[in-house]
């Protein structure tokens, strides 16, 4: 993660997703491996705990992460990711005391699938009013 000015930044750079996209490179089974927290999410998405116990009805998500090779490397960006929303959450608990006031922004910093161009527009995320981040099912399932 990266912070400075208004934003947090994180996830990997287009350097270190061409690095990863090498043959043989990205697994997203050592990255689940070697993250306790990350390994619990992906479990929750499996057993259903986010779909009120139908574990079938986010299996597609589960499968296109760990399955077929997480195309878009969520796995691999799962901690910097929580750890940019830790510290978002921290400061704006705290108001800001001790750290700048910053807002969750995310860059797509891998090229576009579509465009093979990176993103120049941050799209920002709606801070959390001072409590961890929750995931939940939408009302509708």
Partial sequence: ???GGDIFVFGRTAEQVAELRQPGRYNPW???RQDGELAGVLEALRDGTFANGDARAL??????????????MHVADFRSYADA??????CSATGGRGLRRQSATWRAW??????GRSASTPRR????????????????W
């Fill in 125 to 140: 995320l709606e801070p959390h009013a001072g409590t961890a981040p929750r995931l939940t099912a939408p009302s509708y």
């Fill in 30 to 32: 050592e990255f689940t």
């Fill in 59 to 72: 299996q597609e998500i589960w499968s296109s992460l760990m399955e077929h090779g997480d195309r878009f």
């Fill in 110 to 115: 891998a090229p576009s699938p579509r465009t």
């Fill in 1 to 3: 993660m990266r912070s």
């Fill in 85 to 90: 929303q830790t510290a978002q959450v921290r």
